[in-house]
């Protein structure tokens, strides 16, 4: 019954955005762009602090948006780790002693409106001024990006060529590849009409300058020249494992590695290994 509710409210939402978008049609594009941007989790939840506090570190302010950094110190190369969408520093909890036992230098970041970061809207442009933030702050040359955390780093590169030119080595893990996916979900999801998803890309080509289908990691990975892995599971069924094939595919000096049954979150030993020996090597 929960669920009938959920689904009836969701389709009543989209049917208000469709009509009242014959009246208002910027405002409640605006208004659907805004909705698909406001993430309903993610904040620090009771038993995530301990692992968090005695990290925190600087407090970085991009767009009005204070940004938390997490720093555990080492001797060796900085890594920066950036999560997903309504996740937050937490879920790198397992591979961080990993990291720290191999020296590496660890910084990780809450992405707006996630964790201890402040702000109500996330979407990839603006993660990835957050991340560039970071970047310019800390240095580092590596950099590991979860789900959208991986999708930002690769338009972040794309975008910051010169200003990233000290970066490495990249992850990516489970990470989706075309927005224009994302907004076939959303058009499903709510009922969305044509109309409305035209008002929503003329608001997204006003603020970013990309068609739907023109942001697209897949896109951006042709002028990446930096060592890549990414690491896709075959069943993963929030981004799915092709996302990871057509980046690859684009991204010439990328390896793919595909597991199957380890699902989105991709927390088990073997693959933090699997980045550990990436990172590692020579390559």
């Not at 109309?195 to 890309?201: A, H, T, V, Y």
């Not at 597991?259 to 989105?264: S, Y």
């Amino acid at each position: 019954m929960k669920k009938l509710l959920n689904t009836i409210m969701v389709k009543s939402l989209g049917f208000y955005f469709n009509t009242a978008a014959i009246v208002a049609p910027q405002k409640i594009a605006k208004k659907a762009f805004v909705l698909f941007c406001t993430p309903r989790k993610g904040k620090v939840i009771k038993g995530q602090n301990g692992f968090l506090e005695d990290a925190k570190d600087l407090i970085l302010e991009v767009k009005k948006t204070k940004i938390q950094t997490y720093l555990w110190k080492g001797s060796g190369p900085t890594i920066l780790l950036m999560h997903g969408w309504e996740s937050n520093t937490y879920r790198w909890r397992n591979l961080i002693p990993i990291l720290q036992n191999n020296n590496y230098n660890v910084v990780a970041m809450d992405a707006p409106a996630h964790g201890n970061s402040t702000g109500q809207q996330f979407h990839v442009p603006l993660y990835t001024e957050c991340a560039q933030e970071v970047i310019n702050t800390y240095r580092p040359t590596h950099i590991i990006g979860h789900s959208i955390g991986g999708m930002a780093l690769i338009y972040n590169l794309y975008k910051h060529p010169k200003e990233n030119k000290d970066i490495q080595k990249v992850v990516t893990l489970g990470s989706p590849s075309e927005l224009s996916d994302f907004m076939r979900q959303y058009k499903a999801i709510l009922g969305l009409n044509n109309k409305l998803i035209n008002l929503m890309e003329a608001h997204f080509i006003a603020n970013f300058g990309f068609k739907f289908s023109d942001f697209s990691s897949s896109k951006f990975a042709n002028s990446i020249t930096k060592s890549g892995l990414l690491i896709h599971d075959k069943l993963d069924a929030i981004a799915p494992y092709w996302s990871s094939q057509q980046v690859h595919a684009n991204w010439k000096n990328s390896t793919l590695i595909t597991t199957k049954g380890l699902g989105h979150s991709l927390h088990q030993d073997k693959v933090r290994l699997s980045i550990l020996d990436f990172l590692e090597s020579n390559e």
